[in-house]
């Protein structure tokens, strides 16, 4: 029978349900469980695929090409598994649904309504991961505070699960303990209210777990579990961590997997320990890497630290694996110019090109890339990047002054970043991005090859524009190698320069595939390529 586990959360937003839920799938996937973690996400939007980054980070993509929350690259690089869409629920596709089939009838003139309706549609996502007979535990974070009006129907399907499955179900409640300064206290009374509001939606939480920046008392563990009607033991802390990766660790210390396995009617001397050892190879060269390796991240959304998530945490790994400490240095792509570009980069030893949409910044992203290219520094460029890369080359090696993408400049004469004719006809069906896991070609002995140490791979994808084959006999001849290409298509994934001790742009997301214990080659590589350089420049 599969258990699921649901995460709601009270009293503040950001307090990382997201990194608690995917610790937790780590900790039960240690003994051998299998698990998966699903988000759902009250807001209205279809999929996440619209939103700006600066409003909810950065948009994470899986391989069966769904646009999803950026808390499935936490399952993904904790888990070290693939989610897909289904692992990610709106309440707009709940709508979406719901909508479909009253118009198809399939309610047979029935009243639709949010209660049995919606709530039955939730449910529904929810128990299919148990139906596929895949999974041991389910574990499903619910976005937003309880409280906010959009998440009752939500904590509805909990209360109606919890009901229908009695101890093969759980909720871990997780909230915020604040400290007062002047009283020199920690405070549980948000914690008690938040807890009232769920008990008062019929929700008894089974878990709580207390964020905190001090250490919290057993006193005051009691006196949460007495106020909010839970066991004693079942009061966890998450004091903040040094590093997310150190969570798994200290909530095995606090016992959470042992907690929930005892609650869920396990017989916990029959279930095996969580073995960590992998895990804590990661994290022990992690956190005792010293020497830096400085990266330059150029970008439009740096300001905001999520927006490039799956970019950062690619770097840790790839420096954590190389014995290194990741020094990364957002560079916001609006500002650089040709004057300042020395010293922005200066001591930089690598440079990472971001994804983006839109024009915005990109001048600045040309400016970096051709620094990079003339000095030598290693460069990776992703996407938007990868077309920045094709896009500088033709300007300054090629001699096309005017070259440019398609999406920026509809009239240049020389789009060596166009809209293929194939995705023209896509775009037409309503298709309008190459979305997802697509099969590339390696050229042999090529940088890429060589990296990948392969000659087939597939790799995640989020764009409308491409390459444009048109000059790719011409870029070839000048030194730019199209080093991958889809085999079915033809259309260039991989570019790479070959009088460059490192410079090579994807126009696929390495970064979404990149977890702890499967760190992506590509990024093992470029910051190798970066501890290695030693640049006139620095
Ligand atoms: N703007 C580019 C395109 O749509 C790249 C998008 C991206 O970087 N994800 O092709």
Redesign the pocket.
Known sequence: MTKYIFVTGGVASSLGKGILAASLGNLLQARGFRVTNQKLDPYINVDPGTLNPYEHGECFVTVDGHEADLDLGHYERFLNIQTHKSNNITTGRIYQNVIEKERRGDYLGKTVQIIPHITDEIKRNIMAFGQSGEFDFVITEIGGTVGDIESLPYIEAVRQIKWEYGHDCLCIHLTYVPYLNAAKELKTKPTQHSVQELQKAGVQPDIIILRTEHHVSDELKRKVALFCNVDQHAVIQSEDASSIYRVPLNMQEEHLDEVVLEKTGFDLSKVKKADMTDWNAFLQKLESATAPVRIALVGKYVQLQDAYKSIQESLTHAAAYSDHKLILTSILSDDITSDNIASLLEGQQGIVV?????NRGVEGKFIALKYARENNIPCLG????M?AMVIEFARNVLGYKDAN?M?FDERTKHNV?DMMDDQKTMINKGAS?RLGAYPCRLKQGTKAAEIYQSGLIAERH?????FNHKYQAEFEAAGMCCSGTNPDSGLVEIIELKNHPWYIGTQF?PEYSSTVLNPHPLFISFVKAAIDFVGTHC
Do not use: K, L, N
């Open positions: 971001a994804p983006g949409f839109g992703i996407c938007m990047g077309q993408s999406e970043i991005m989020r764009h409308r524009y491409e997301h």
